[in-house]
């Protein structure tokens, strides 16, 4: 691709600016990470002026008729912004599920099938045999990639899906959603098979569906545990039970897509297959804190393990509450779980070292006593071994930033 021939250059030939436009929306939590990211790859770059304007969940995306650039990064989904873009042959990032990736508009975007196999694990590891699934309404036209990747993955465990069924409607968009399925919601909800987990499409969902299970007398999450597939920090934190989420990396994303639009302005060709950014992790709070385990002494012990994850406990510990045996203990793990009760325990302070290490301000060894590692270096190491990084790059890459506009 040609260089914009508007673009200023410097004495060496590259350009002295960029004039970037990010058509995303600004209300949801994803959404922000990914300006961050492109915010990130801005600073380190320099010269990047950036054109952005608030967008609310229902706006429909659009590029101002008298903007002039040299390219954009954003959510195409819809035909109008998609021509705008192309009228003005200008390169072009999306960052949304909802379009098909091609050399023309190249996608960065968080791996789904990833982010599909992670949801699903989260609630086989927890011994669930019934999971459910609320996809996007279908005005949405989003693929059924993360359906179909949930349904292979519990198949290959031989458990159960249950996806609910929109009930169509012929008016205005934000009335095909899930607030105008409320009734078929609860009613779904009262027939599936308990104890179950929920993957929902969104945190607006997985309030939805909060509500419909305390309308119903549903226990949350002991009867319908939840998932979210997208986080929001604030919409878990109004919510009357902590939402647990997937971490789909929106900052990464947002840094990558900068990266690739910068390339694709140089001139360097768009790559021949979507970039994949893949979840980091799992942020498991109390909406899934849950077990789905049978067998009564693995799920006892569990539900210890879990309310007493922030105390330096051990196995023995374990053992010596349910009165059972080291080998019976490890025996009923391995049957139904495949892992060692050491294993669980660990895996369930450091779920609750990542949240904590992102949400609060916490010092690393304070978080580290919170989780029960009497040692700093202990936590570190263990820490490093599961999820890729030290305490401190892992809370410099997942941030808040409380500072919002």
């Known amino acids: 691709m040609a260089k914009n021939e508007s673009m200023t250059t410097s004495l060496l030939g590259v350009p002295a600016r960029r004039s970037i436009a990010l058509i995303v929306q600004t209300a949801t939590e994803w959404s922000r990470e990914v300006l961050r990211g492109v915010a990130d790859y801005a600073a380190e770059q320099g010269g990047w002026d950036c054109f952005i304007e608030p967008h609310g969940f229902w706006d429909v995306l659009q590029l101002p008729p008298d903007w002039r650039g040299h390219g954009v990064i954003g959510r195409l989904t819809n035909a109008s912004l998609v021509r705008s873009i192309s009228r003005r042959k200008i390169?072009?990032?999306?960052?949304?599920w909802m379009r098909e990736h091609s050399t023309r508009f190249p996608c960065v975007v968080s791996d789904q099938r990833a982010c599909g196999r992670m949801a699903a694990s989260h609630f086989l590891d927890r011994g669930y045999r019934n999971v459910a699934y609320i996809g996007p309404a279908p005005h949405m036209r989003y693929s059924n990639v993360m359906e179909e990747t949930i349904r292979e993955t519990l198949e290959q465990d031989e458990a159960n899906l249950h996806v609910f069924e929109y009930r169509p409607r012929d008016e205005k968009l934000r009335e095909h959603g899930i607030r105008s399925n409320e009734l078929g919601l609860r009613r779904w909800l009262m027939d599936l098979p308990k104890p179950v987990g929920v993957i929902t499409w969104s945190a607006i969902v997985g309030r939805a569906v909060m509500t419909q299970c305390a309308n119903a007398t549903i226990e949350v999450p002991d009867d319908v545990a939840i998932l979210c597939i997208e986080d929001d920090s604030l919409m878990s934190a109004l919510a009357p039970v902590e939402l647990s989420s997937l971490d789909q990396a929106g900052r990464t994303v947002g840094y990558r897509a900068a990266e690739l639009l910068d390339q694709m302005i140089q001139g360097q060709p768009a790559p021949e297959?979507?970039?994949?950014?893949?979840?980091?992790?799992?942020?498991?709070?109390?909406?899934?804190?849950?077990s789905g385990f049978q067998d009564e002494i693995v799920a006892e012990a569990i539900k210890y393990i879990r309310d007493n994850a922030d105390q330096p406990i051990q196995i023995h510990?374990?053992?010596?509450?349910?009165?059972?045996?080291?080998?019976?203990?490890?025996?009923r793990f391995e049957?139904?779980?495949?892992r060692s009760p050491a294993v669980i325990l660990r895996r369930v302070r450091l779920e609750r070292a990542a949240v904590l290490l992102r949400d609060t301000d916490l010092a690393i060894p304070e978080i580290a006593l919170r989780c029960g590692f009497?040692?700093?270096?202990?936590?570190?190491?263990?820490?490093?071994r599961t999820m890729g990084d030290v305490p401190s790059q892992f809370r410099r890459k997942n941030r808040r930033n409380d500072n919002e506009p």
């Open 91 to 96: 390169p072009c990032v999306n960052v949304s």
């Open 273 to 290: 297959k979507p970039i994949a950014i893949p979840p980091r992790g799992v942020f498991a709070r109390r909406s899934s804190d849950a």
């Open 374 to 384: 009497n040692h700093t270096e202990s936590f570190i190491r263990s820490f490093k």
């Open 317 to 331: 510990d374990v053992e010596r509450a349910l009165n059972v045996s080291r080998r019976v203990l490890e025996n």
């Open 335 to 338: 049957r139904s779980v495949g």
